[in-house]
């Protein structure tokens, strides 16, 4: 099996295992060890994976890191487990610090069997950073985590290459970390930017911050927005080109598409839709991206297939809500404020899209 048929099956089990794994050895055993095995490590060979690795570091003697990963009969990599559930940020790594610099290994895995957190020393040689340069998440997969991951399996292993991209993965990481933050809560410093370009010489008072701040927000989600459509549209009008089918404009405000069985279909409805290709734009083509309308939600498929169930778009009450479909097929609903929430859901989306598109290839 590859990688991706083997990281897949992980995925699809994780719901069923994290509730019954109580303690760090159990981790171990049904997710950690899965999760070396799916890069292509024999977690049986102590030439390929040493347990409980020990390198006796100053004074400190018979310190143990869970894992490390041999090459040519060197430290590759070193993974510290901590069990399911476990808060990563408020984790001790000093073992893992100091296993780092005295060896030859270049990266360093924090996890619960879940969660992931991959670290190197970009910063100053032979000392570990105290930022991650990757995040996986095996509950919320991203496609381009997992491609970076897969550079680290055995057949792929390439250290080279990897380290040139770790320094402009954390950054970016970092960078879009700090675009969240501010596009839900623009701190004064954000908000005084934009108010010195559009009023230069004025006084930032505290009137003017308390006005402003909802107005940064609510600008830079809706560029976000009109980029993110942009993208879409030029996706569309290429797939069209390709197809000979006529573009569809968009629906106007206020019409309304009401079906043989008395089902309305709402603009927000259809806005709705289109965030979602838009997202799915990223990963696939948006033509195979399907509705049907019901009478209580508007169901979301890829390949206008049923079992291939992508969300749901729970809009016909007061409060909105997005269903989002786990690996399972069980349907969870969350409330959203406004449409262009979704956006705040892409990785769920892409997500489930991945899982369908991943099981056809086993």
């Known amino acids: 099996m590859s990688f991706d048929e083997k990281i897949t099956a992980l995925i699809n089990r994780l719901p069923k295992l994290t509730d019954h794994l109580s303690t760090e050895e159990a981790t171990k055993n049904a997710l950690v060890m899965p999760f070396i095995a799916a890069l292509g490590y024999d977690v049986f060979n102590p030439k390929e994976v040493v347990p409980e690795f020990t390198a006796d570091v100053g004074t400190k003697k018979g310190e143990k890191v869970d894992y490390a990963i041999m090459r040519d009969g060197e430290t590759s990599i070193l993974i510290e487990c901590k069990k399911a559930g476990c808060d990563l940020c408020q984790q001790t790594m000093s073992q893992l610090y100091r296993y780092f610099s005295v060896t030859k290994a270049r990266i ?52 080279d290459r990897m380290l040139s991209t770790a320094s402009e993965l954390k950054y970016t990481s970092e960078i879009r970390k700090v675009l969240s933050a501010q596009s839900e809560s623009p701190d004064e410093d954000f908000v005084r930017f934009f108010y010195h370009q559009i009023m230069p010489g004025g006084r930032f008072t505290a009137n003017v911050k308390e006005q402003f ?57 259809m806005e709705g839709y289109r965030i979602v290709l838009a997202i799915a734009a990223k990963a696939i083509s948006p033509s195979r991206i399907a509705h049907r309308d019901k009478k209580t939600y508007m169901g979301i498929l890829l390949d206008d297939n049923n079992r291939k169930p992508i969300c749901r778009l729970w809009f016909n009450t007061k409060q909105k809500y997005l269903g989002l479909i786990e690996s399972t097929k069980e349907e969870t609903k969350v409330p959203i404020d406004s449409v262009l929430d979704i956006y705040q859901y892409a990785d769920q989306i892409l997500s489930a899209i991945s899982i369908y598109e991943n099981a056809t290839t086993q």
């Open 108 to 159: 360093a895995i924090l996890t619960n069997g879940v969660q992931y957190r991959f670290y190197s020393d970009l910063e100053q040689p032979n000392k570990m950073d105290e930022k991650p340069f990757l995040e996986l998440d095996l509950l919320n997969p991203k496609t381009n985590a997992l491609a970076e991951v897969k550079k680290m399996a055995k057949a792929d292993f390439d250290l």
């Open 213 to 269: 701040t909802p107005l940064v927000s609510k600008a830079f989600n809706q560029y976000v927005s009109d980029k993110v459509s942009d993208r879409l549209r030029s996706a569309l009008e290429s797939e069209n080109e390709t197809t000979g089918k006529e573009a569809v404009g968009p629906v106007e405000q206020d019409e309304r598409v009401e079906n043989d069985d008395g089902i309305e279909t709402t603009e927000e409805e």
